[in-house]
């Protein structure tokens, strides 16, 4: 286990059990979180770190390739983890500070057509310390504190949900990285029985779903796990969510060329929100992100061009739905999660 997927009452247990004082696990968890690590800590024992590092991976990520934008400052790394795998990560400068795109998996098993990071499949999910090591590793190789976490990286966090769960419990941590919910996003593909459950525990992130489609029919061809929950039954667990937590849903839409970014398309996206998110007693907000595709060699598809966004995202408006158009960053490098990863895995 990597010594960050440790809460501290885990440290606390852990270290006791090593025969150290109670004393220690604050020290030595303040220090992890803020990018030293165990083997450049000054105020612990030689013997300490050995009981430890012979228990734990004791390693940050590391950085394996960076890439910074001309354009606009963002900064897109590959990371290696302790047994070789390699994932990305993507930091962000907005008016309001730093935000983090992060993995919560290598590789991913959805399966979406327009998804480079599934290309390959999935090989393994990250533990809690890894996704928040990426966050540790950044902040520490910028010299920034990042504010802001977006789980939009490679990987469906769902579907490694008891990890996802415990990385926002850690990041919330006043005596961690002290990043709060409200600052926190989550994307996922719709895995209905886990929004569920999310939504039990009240953590008051935004939920981010990635919908891309308006009907059954078209969201099955271009993301498998429509096959599972459709259209209807994720918006029924969407609207649970909202109700549980109060926080507003956004809802994702990749436009891609031909396949569905027509106005009749827009027309039926209204339509099938208005009506399953919207009653005489509730007026659930309705939040639609509008997403030219990233042009993936393997799915062959191709991004609308302004005209039809503008026009889509216009109709929309018209029938009470809010869009908006993704600002694009990083352009100049590839900056969309999994393309880097593909190149080290192909050279």
Do not use: W
Request: charged content about 25%.
């Amino acid at each position: 286990m990597n010594i960050l997927s440790l809460l501290p009452e885990e440290l606390t247990a852990l270290l006791q059990e090593l025969g150290e004082p109670k004393y220690r696990a604050g020290q030595i968890f303040s220090q992890l979180h803020k990018g030293i690590t165990l083997s450049e800590m000054t105020n612990v024992g030689k013997a300490t770190k050995e009981k430890l590092e012979g228990r734990l991976d004791c390693s940050l990520p590391t950085v394996k390739r960076k890439l910074t934008s001309a354009l606009d400052g963002t900064v897109k790394y590959l990371f290696s983890l302790a047994d070789g795998n390699c994932i990305e990560s993507v930091v962000m400068k907005y008016e309001h500070g730093y935000t983090i795109c992060v993995s919560s998996q290598v590789g991913c098993r959805m399966g979406c057509k327009f998804c480079a990071s599934t290309v390959a499949g999935r090989v393994r999910d990250l533990e809690s310390g890894e996704i928040l090591g990426q966050i540790i590793a950044a902040q520490r190789d910028l010299g920034i504190r990042i504010s802001n976490v977006v789980m939009m990286g490679i990987g469906e966090p769902l579907d490694n949900y008891d990890n996802t769960v415990k990385f926002l419990k850690l990041v919330n941590l006043p005596e961690g990285i002290n990043i709060g919910y409200r600052h926190i996003s989550l994307s996922t593909c719709g895995l209905v029985p886990k929004i569920y459950e999310l939504a039990k525990l009240d953590m008051q992130i935004t939920l981010s779903v990635s919908l891309h489609a308006p009907d059954d029919e078209t969201r099955s061809e271009i993301m498998p796990v429509n096959k599972s929950y459709g259209v209807d039954k994720l918006l029924d667990a969407c609207r649970e969510y909202y109700k549980a937590t109060g926080r507003r849903i956004s809802f994702e839409y990749t436009l891609i060329s031909g396949k569905n970014d027509t106005v009749p398309n827009a027309l039926k996206l209204a339509e099938v929100l208005n009506r399953k998110l919207r009653t005489r007693t509730e007026n659930m907000p309705i939040h639609v992100n509008l997403i030219p595709v990233n042009e993936v060699t393997e799915s062959g598809f191709k991004s609308s061009d302004r005209a039809a966004v503008k026009k889509f995202a216009a109709t929309l408006e018209s029938k009470g739905i809010r869009a908006t158009i993704r600002r694009t960053l990083g352009s100049d490098i590839n900056a969309s999660c999994g393309q880097l990863r593909r190149e080290d895995a192909d050279a």
